[in-house]
C-alpha cells in the first residue's frame, strides 16, 4: 500500500508541474496538504498563478471541483448553500452550496469580510456544515485551496487568528526565473494549459494515500524535537501567542505526508526543518517590535528559532 502512496504522490506532482512551471516546492506543497487531508494558504502578489496552482491540483484529481470568489458581498450561505421551499413537493429542502466538493478554491478569500470568512471554519475543521440546526457532512477527500493578495493591498481584510490555524500551510508562489518565464510565454500564448489537464489519479487513490500517511512511522526523538520548535514559539519575546496544539499536530501530519511525497514511510529530521516555517509562521501572534510584522519578518523569526532547537542525531 505504501507503493501506490508513493505512486499517487508522484503522478500528482508531475501533472501538476506540466502547467505550474519552475516551482517544484509550491507543487510539493500542494500534493502534502492534500494527502495529509488538511488546507493551504498561498499568498502572493496577484498574477503569479496562485489560482493556476489551485486548479492544475484539482485538475489532477478524478472528483469534484468548486471555485469560490470571495467579494466583499458574498454571504456565508453562498458558500455552505442554504434551505429553500420546493413547491412541487411542497417540503424544504437543502440545496447543496459549492463547497461540498473535494478541492475547493477560496479565491481571493482576504477579500470577504470575516463574517463570511468566518463561514469556512467548520468546514475546514470538522469537515462538515451546518444549515438551519442540521449537520451535512462534506465529500472525502476535502480541501480547500485559499489564495489572498497580501493585507496591504486596497481591499483586503486580515484573516482571524482561528482561521489561519486551520491552514496546514502558508506558501508564496513569488516571481519565476527568466528562463521559466519565458517558457510561461511560448506554452500560455494559446490559452491556459491547465484546461488541458486531465485526472490522473482517483479520489479512491487519494483516500488510500491519507491512511497510509496516518501510519507514517515518527520516531519518539523526532516528536521531541517536533514539539521542542513549537515550544521555543510560545517562549519566544517577540510572539505574544506561539503555535497551538491543534498546530503542532498539523505540522506533525504535514511532517507524515512529505514523507510519502519523498518516498519514504518514516519522518527524517529534514522533514520537520522542511515544514516548520511554512507549517509554524502563520500560526504565531507577533507583539511589540515585531507587532505588524510583514510575513517575510515572520517567518524569518520562525526560521531563526529553528536553527536554535538541536537536532536529534
Known sequence: M???????????????????????DVVQMLVI??????????EDVPGVGKTLAAKALAQSIDGSFARLQFTPDLLPSDITGSVIYRSDTREFEFSP?????????????????PRTQSALLEAM????????????????????????????FEGTYSLPESQLDRFLLRTSIGYPDRNIEQQVMLTH???EPVDELTPVVSVEAIRAAQEVVRDVAFDETLVDYLLDIVDSTRQHDGFQVGVSTRGALSFYRGC????????????????VKALAVASLSHRVLPEGIFQGASREAVETQVADLLQQVPVPV
Open 189 to 191: 500564448r494559446a490559452g
Open 97 to 113: 452550496g459549492p463547497i461540498f466538493a473535494n478541492v475547493v478554491l477560496a479565491d481571493e478569500i482576504n477579500r470577504a469580510p
Open 33 to 42: 496538504s492534500l494527502l495529509a487531508g488538511e488546507h493551504v494558504l498561498l
Open 256 to 271: 507524515q505526508a512529505r514523507a510519502v511525497t519523498e518516498s519514504r514511510d518514516f519522518v527524517t529530521p529534514d522533514d
Open 2 to 24: 505504501s507503493q501506490e502512496a508513493f505512486e499517487t504522490s508522484r503522478q500528482l506532482r508531475e501533472n501538476i508541474e506540466r502547467v505550474v512551471l519552475g516551482k517544484p
Open 125 to 152: 475543521s470538522e469537515g462538515c456544515v451546518s444549515v438551519d440546526g442540521t449537520t451535512h457532512r462534506l465529500p472525502k477527500p476535502f480541501i480547500v485551496v485559499a489564495t489572498q493578495n497580501p493585507f496591504e
